[in-house]
C-alpha cells in the first residue's frame, strides 16, 4: 500500500509542477488538465520502471518522454493546440535538478581545490559523472518526446488543421 501511495504522490506532485510550468507559457486553460495527466503519468512511468524494475534514470526517462510524447500527439487533436504546449510542461518536472546541482557545485569545488591534486580529482570526477547523467537524460527526454511526432507523423501533422478553438 505504501508503494502505490508513493506512486501516486509522485504523479501528483509531478502534475503540479507542470501545472506550474504550463502556466509560465499561458497554454490555452482547457490545456491545462491534459499537461497534468501527461505529467503525472509520465513521472509515475519513471519512478515505477526505477524503484520496481531497477532500471538506470537515463532508460527510465527516455520510456516516460515517449509516453508524454505520445500522449501529447493524442490529447493535441482533443484540446487543438501543438503537442509542444502539452509535451514541454509536462517534461520539466524530470529535468534532472539534483545532478545538474552537482555538476555545478563539483566544478566550483575543483576549482577551490585546485592546489589539491587528490581531492581537485575527486571534484572533477563526480563533476564528470554528474554532468554525463544530466547530459543523458536531457538528451532522452529530447529524443522519447520527439520521436512520436516521427512514428505518428500524420496525426501529428494534421493535429490543428481544421480544428476549431473553443
Known sequence: MSLFIDILSDGLFAAVA????????DPPLRAFPYIAILAALGHAARFCLMTLCGVDIVSASLVAA???GSGSVYFGKKVACPMT??????????VPGTYAYKTVFSLIMFFQEISSPTKGSGYLQEMIFNGAVSFSVLFMLAV?????????????NSMTRGSRFI
Open 144 to 156: 522519447g518526446a520527439t520521436v512520436p511526432v516521427f512514428l505518428l507523423r500524420e496525426r501529428a
Open 66 to 68: 515517449f509516453i508524454i
Open 18 to 25: 507542470a501545472m506550474g510550468f504550463g502556466s509560465i507559457s
Open 85 to 94: 504546449v502539452l509535451y514541454i510542461p509536462a517534461l520539466l518536472p524530470m
